[in-house]
């Protein structure tokens, strides 16, 4: 008996371009989520067909930012800056913050006109603690002036700026090194800056392979080595246990494990006290 026929993709709202695949709506297809259209679904189908850790990698992924935005608040804080912070899912940054401070301000930032679309739909009814810019993250000094970030942001005080699974998608060319200095003169002393990348050490062939598919995407995808990684980190003091594999930062009971050989990718969380004094 022949398949039965897919339901068609709802009309897209104005100004998303559903002809290119996009990595935040290819990460919400690896989560099982909605916000996805059909060609999403065909590359991330292909993708997964060779690389099956690749949902498993999403979900580690997710499991980190949760357990990092944790930690934070256990330290104090109780504002967040998610930047290319993908299509809301399941344990957004702000819900997982209210549990420990009810008034927890997050200001979320992509630079993919779907996010903002879904997301401002998402927080319509929290205005005044939660928001959402749509912003190109290699322009740090057009963010940090932006009026939906600074009506919630207080710029004297420490914040979480969180880049997880945005890192591999800003090339060499770009400068990424520079550009989280860049981020994080804009931030207090007493913040702390969570980071995950997608790591090339474990399988080499893997990450060349997700390289080459994510060509016909919205960005491409730049899978570094582990020492490359933890370059990013130069600038901060990074907490125990330091940068490891993502399911090896702070795990839980509750939550599944994932070895390197299922899941490579890289993650910490380091402090912020300031650039270094010049002599």
């Known amino acids: 008996m022949a398949?039965?026929?897919?339901?068609?993709?709802?009309?897209?709202?104005?100004?998303?371009?559903?002809?290119?695949?996009?990595?935040?709506?290819?990460y919400d297809y690896y989560l099982g989520g909605k916000n996805n259209y059909a060609v999403d679904r065909e590359l991330g189908d292909r993708i997964m067909q060779s690389l099956p850790e690749t949902r498993q990698s999403a979900v580690a992924n997710r499991l980190f930012l949760g357990r990092a935005v944790d930690f934070l608040c256990e330290q104090g804080?109780?504002?967040?800056?998610?930047?290319?912070?993908?299509?809301?899912?399941?344990?957004?940054?702000?819900?997982?913050?209210?549990?420990?401070?009810?008034?927890?301000?997050?200001?979320?930032?992509?630079?993919?006109?779907?996010?903002?679309?879904?997301?401002?739909?998402?927080?319509?009814?929290?205005?005044?603690?939660?928001?959402?810019?749509?912003?190109?993250?290699?322009?740090?000094?057009?963010?940090?002036?932006?009026?939906?970030l600074t009506a919630r942001i207080d710029p004297d005080r420490p914040v979480g700026l969180l880049m997880l699974a945005l890192?591999?998608?800003?090339?060499?060319?770009?400068?990424?090194?520079?550009l989280v200095r860049r981020h994080l003169e804009h931030l207090a002393p007493g913040s702390y800056l969570v980071i995950s990348h997608a790591e090339s050490d474990s399988h080499p062939d893997r990450a060349e392979y997700a390289s080459q598919e994510y060509r016909s995407s919205s960005a491409n995808l730049r899978v570094r080595t582990q020492d490359e990684i933890r370059a990013f980190f130069s600038d901060v003091s990074p907490v125990p246990p330091g940068v490891v594999h993502l399911s090896d930062w702070r795990p839980r009971d509750d939550q599944p494990?994932?070895?390197?050989?299922?899941?490579?990718?890289?993650?910490?969380?380091?402090?912020?006290?300031?650039?270094?004094?010049?002599?």
Do not use: K
């Open 3 to 26: 398949d039965a026929p897919s339901t068609p993709d709802p009309a897209p709202p104005a100004g998303i371009d559903t002809t290119v695949p996009s990595p935040a709506r290819l």
């Open 167 to 178: 890192l591999h998608f800003v090339t060499d060319d770009q400068n990424p090194y520079d």
């Open 257 to 279: 494990h994932y070895t390197s050989q299922q899941v490579s990718g890289l993650a910490g969380v380091a402090r912020w006290d300031g650039p270094p004094e010049r002599g």
């Open 77 to 148: 804080i109780d504002q967040f800056i998610d930047i290319g912070s993908g299509l809301p899912t399941q344990d957004p940054v702000h819900e997982v913050a209210r549990r420990h401070h009810s008034g927890a301000r997050v200001v979320y930032v992509d630079y993919d006109p779907a996010v903002r679309v879904h997301a401002e739909a998402l927080l319509a009814d929290d205005p005044e603690l939660t928001g959402v810019v749509q912003h190109d993250m290699r322009d740090p000094e057009g963010l940090y002036g932006r009026p939906q």
